[in-house]
């Protein structure tokens, strides 16, 4: 935001455009070809999700519309700064304000508006670079952040397991996979059906509007608590991901204008009413409020491009920095951890080592009993012995548990906890995790 076009000259200006187009080159596939034209029938030709970012739109932009543009967007009131990491804000406050501070606070232009996806029941038809025949179906969704994002999350999950089992029960179907598509102002749910023969094309379609309309049929309250405090564990867990922490907060900055961060999800989760919110689902993702392409495998047209600046064509020297030989036989100096954990480790009278490792930022508390054995230790005529021995020292198998047991691992799950096992060569661990405030009932499974 401190730079301006006065250190930009138009010979620099116009090699980066270069190098920008030949980036655009080597990205471009007929498959990336064929998805812009895809989201130019879901979104229209105009909408900014639909416009191409490639190398012929910038072939013939210029210094003044690249300066005026930075001038115009490119201001402090309408940019958020997003730090995490081990700091103290304290310090950090004081270098955000001198690095951003003096920056003049300009009158910004205003947001491009971004409309809905055209969902009005058409059904298209294409050549595409795919190996099988593919159904896609394009269904409304929430914009990122806004209410409903909960309701959806469980109708997607619902509708994959659902398509999962018609791929279990129709051999015609080769696979399946449902996902959210589009910018985060207005995403679209894709659901794709990938079939052996293009005649089963229209078939995988309605098998999708079949699936929707029997969403969570023969799931049990049970399964479907359980489900939701799986759902609330993802949000906590997303929180303690620290890589992807700044991006979702960056994303609520931007789209959201509430307070609220994960808890309006979480709440949604505890609040929603969700035989209403089912209905609702299953009227939505109708074929009437659908756009379905159906694609087979072919050459598409392949867009024209004009031909970019050639590798190695300007003379424009890289800059690196510099390098002291010497430097590869001085020992590097690691500073110290800034961490402020420790682990304690001790030994119970009956031989059991325990290791407790605590962290006091994390949401999420994890329990594991690990046992130094495993398919390495299987004697040659018993494959998989391991496995079985595991499998049977599951709490779901062959136990029974008393009525109060029962109750407690059903709170339990309806609260997100997740019971695991692993098998490796030379060690079997058998773990449960959940939220921190529920710690001891984690210990105790």
């Given at each position: 935001m401190r730079a301006t076009c006065e250190q930009l000259d138009d010979a620099t200006f116009e090699r980066e455009r270069e190098v920008v187009r030949a980036e655009g080159r080597q990205t471009s596939t007929p498959g990336t070809d064929v998805m812009l034209d895809i989201l130019e029938e879901v979104y229209g030709k105009d909408h900014p999700y639909a416009r191409p970012i490639t190398s012929d739109e910038i072939a013939a932009a210029t210094r003044a519309e690249a300066c005026a543009f930075i001038e115009k967007y490119y201001t402090p009131d309408r940019a958020y700064v997003v730090i995490t990491g081990p700091f103290e804000p304290?310090?950090?406050?004081?270098q955000v304000g001198r690095a951003f501070g003096p920056i003049a606070r300009k009158a910004a232009a205003p947001r491009t508006p971004v409309g809905p996806p055209r969902l009005d029941g058409r059904v298209t038809s294409r050549a595409a670079p795919v190996t099988r025949p593919t159904a896609l179906v394009f269904l409304t969704h929430p914009a990122w952040g806004a209410d409903g994002n909960v309701k959806f999350a469980v109708g997607r999950q619902a509708l994959a397991n659902g398509l999962q089992a018609a791929d279990d029960e129709h051999d015609w179907i080769t696979g399946t996979n449902v996902w959210v598509g589009g910018g985060g102002r207005a995403r679209v749910l894709v659901v794709a059906v990938e079939v052996k023969k293009a005649a089963q094309l229209r078939r995988a379609a309605n098998q999708v509007f079949a699936r929707a309309d029997r969403?969570?049929?023969?799931?049990?309250?049970?399964?479907?608590s359980a489900s939701l405090g799986e759902m609330t564990m993802r949000y906590v867990e997303s929180w303690d991901n620290l890589p992807a922490r700044g991006q979702w907060i960056s994303d609520f900055m931007q789209y959201t204008d509430h307070n609220w961060f994960m808890l309006k999800e979480m709440r949604a989760i505890t609040n929603t009413n969700w035989g209403v919110a089912i209905t609702q689902l299953k009227g939505v993702m109708s074929q009437d409020r659908s756009h379905v392409v159906l694609l087979t495998p072919g050459a598409s047209p392949h867009r024209t491009r004009a031909a970019a600046i050639p590798s190695g064509s300007h003379d424009v020297t890289p800059w690196r920095a510099p390098v002291d030989p010497a430097d590869a036989d001085r020992p590097v100096v690691i500073a110290a951890s800034t961490v402020d954990a420790e682990i304690d480790e001790y030994t119970l009278a009956n031989g059991l080592r325990v290791q407790l490792a605590p962290d006091p930022h994390s949401p999420i508390v994890d329990a594991r009993l690990v046992f130094p054995v495993g398919s390495a230790h299987e004697?040659?005529?018993?494959?998989?012995?391991?496995?079985a021995a595991t499998r049977l020292l599951s709490p779901a198998v062959g136990q029974k548990f008393t009525w109060s047991t029962?109750?407690?691992?059903?709170?339990?799950?309806?609260?997100?906890?997740e019971l695991g096992?692993?098998?490796?060569?030379?060690a079997t661990v058998f773990s449960a995790r959940g939220l921190a405030h529920w710690g001891d009932w984690h210990v105790w499974h």
């Amino acid at each position: 935001m401190r730079a301006t076009c006065e250190q930009l000259d138009d010979a620099t200006f116009e090699r980066e455009r270069e190098v920008v187009r030949a980036e655009g080159r080597q990205t471009s596939t007929p498959g990336t070809d064929v998805m812009l034209d895809i989201l130019e029938e879901v979104y229209g030709k105009d909408h900014p999700y639909a416009r191409p970012i490639t190398s012929d739109e910038i072939a013939a932009a210029t210094r003044a519309e690249a300066c005026a543009f930075i001038e115009k967007y490119y201001t402090p009131d309408r940019a958020y700064v997003v730090i995490t990491g081990p700091f103290e804000p304290a310090g950090i406050r004081g270098q955000v304000g001198r690095a951003f501070g003096p920056i003049a606070r300009k009158a910004a232009a205003p947001r491009t508006p971004v409309g809905p996806p055209r969902l009005d029941g058409r059904v298209t038809s294409r050549a595409a670079p795919v190996t099988r025949p593919t159904a896609l179906v394009f269904l409304t969704h929430p914009a990122w952040g806004a209410d409903g994002n909960v309701k959806f999350a469980v109708g997607r999950q619902a509708l994959a397991n659902g398509l999962q089992a018609a791929d279990d029960e129709h051999d015609w179907i080769t696979g399946t996979n449902v996902w959210v598509g589009g910018g985060g102002r207005a995403r679209v749910l894709v659901v794709a059906v990938e079939v052996k023969k293009a005649a089963q094309l229209r078939r995988a379609a309605n098998q999708v509007f079949a699936r929707a309309d029997r969403l969570l049929a023969g799931t049990t309250a049970g399964e479907f608590s359980a489900s939701l405090g799986e759902m609330t564990m993802r949000y906590v867990e997303s929180w303690d991901n620290l890589p992807a922490r700044g991006q979702w907060i960056s994303d609520f900055m931007q789209y959201t204008d509430h307070n609220w961060f994960m808890l309006k999800e979480m709440r949604a989760i505890t609040n929603t009413n969700w035989g209403v919110a089912i209905t609702q689902l299953k009227g939505v993702m109708s074929q009437d409020r659908s756009h379905v392409v159906l694609l087979t495998p072919g050459a598409s047209p392949h867009r024209t491009r004009a031909a970019a600046i050639p590798s190695g064509s300007h003379d424009v020297t890289p800059w690196r920095a510099p390098v002291d030989p010497a430097d590869a036989d001085r020992p590097v100096v690691i500073a110290a951890s800034t961490v402020d954990a420790e682990i304690d480790e001790y030994t119970l009278a009956n031989g059991l080592r325990v290791q407790l490792a605590p962290d006091p930022h994390s949401p999420i508390v994890d329990a594991r009993l690990v046992f130094p054995v495993g398919s390495a230790h299987e004697p040659r005529d018993r494959p998989y012995l391991a496995t079985a021995a595991t499998r049977l020292l599951s709490p779901a198998v062959g136990q029974k548990f008393t009525w109060s047991t029962i109750l407690k691992l059903d709170w339990a799950m309806s609260h997100g906890t997740e019971l695991g096992t692993w098998i490796g060569e030379t060690a079997t661990v058998f773990s449960a995790r959940g939220l921190a405030h529920w710690g001891d009932w984690h210990v105790w499974h």
